[in-house]
């Protein structure tokens, strides 16, 4: 069992006290931060250092900061690149299962106009292709800033044979409550080695968006077979 939490700090409103009370209650193994402030991720990292001990961070002097924070220590920490953009790929093992995991923090700009478009194709591709090396199963979570209906998205997961972990989910608040206001572009997609057992959106005290969480356990022929669960 797995639990991933993806939080991005341009939905932070009046100060990071509340974001990082999120981040601890959110209790996940792994917790994705993206649009990190470069002057403010070695205070996340230390703040957050009782819970979070393994820290991998892409820092950057604009918005394309990534900072990923384990319970588990990091089997390796890489950067994917694809033009000006790069994402976190970081792989763990897990107490539980005992299998070897990757956790790929995936942030793409708004696609604004043809090239924007082109960009944003060339960067799914990218991770695509990554992830077709990797071998072991793998979690991509982060702000797509596409909604999963998107025909860019519906490709990159019929390529990748990745799951939406939305799917079959309510649009449920952690207090219990539904949320149908949003037009959700924040995902945690996954490889048919996990079953997705549990997902939630993540709000503030006045119920915006901060993020999402998901809960995965391995698959039983998976486990057992090394293989991916056939649907």
């Known amino acids: 069992m797995v ?31 993206q649009e990190v402030p470069i002057m403010i ?43 000006n953009m790069s994402n976190l790929s970081v792989s763990i093992r897990t107490k ?19 090239s924007g478009y082109k960009a944003f194709r060339r960067q799914l591709d990218t991770v695509g292709n990554y992830t ?3 071998g072991e199963p793998y979690i991509t979570v982060g702000d797509f800033n596409i909604e ?5 998205l519906q490709q990159f997961r019929r390529n990748t044979a990745l799951l939406d972990s939305r799917r079959g989910f309510q649009p449920m ?5 539904f949320s149908f206001k949003e037009t959700p572009t924040d995902h945690i997609f996954y490889t048919p080695h996990f079953q997705c057992v549990d997902f939630h959106i993540i709000s503030d005290s006045s119920k915006s968006h901060l993020g999402i969480m998901g809960t995965y356990q391995f698959q039983i022929d998976s486990i057992k077979n090394n293989v991916p669960k056939k649907n």
Not at 148 to 152: A, C, L, R, T, W
């Open 96 to 114: 539980n299962s005992g299998r070897k995991l990757f956790i790929i923090s995936t942030y793409l700009e708004p696609p604004l106009g043809a």
């Open 132 to 134: 077709k090396m990797l």
């Open 148 to 152: 999963g209906y998107s025909f860019e």
């Open 41 to 83: 991720q070695q205070i996340l990292e230390d703040t957050l250092h009782a819970v979070y001990p393994h820290p991998c961070r892409l820092a950057s002097p604009d918005f394309r900061g990534i900072l990923l924070l384990s319970k588990y220590k990091f089997i390796s920490c890489d950067t994917i690149k694809s033009g």
């Open 3 to 33: 639990k991933v939490a993806q939080f991005n700090l341009s939905a932070v409103n009046g100060g990071y006290n509340e974001l990082i009370e999120k981040v601890i209650r959110a209790d996940a193994d792994v917790v994705s931060l």
């Open 173 to 177: 608040l952690e207090d219990g409550t």
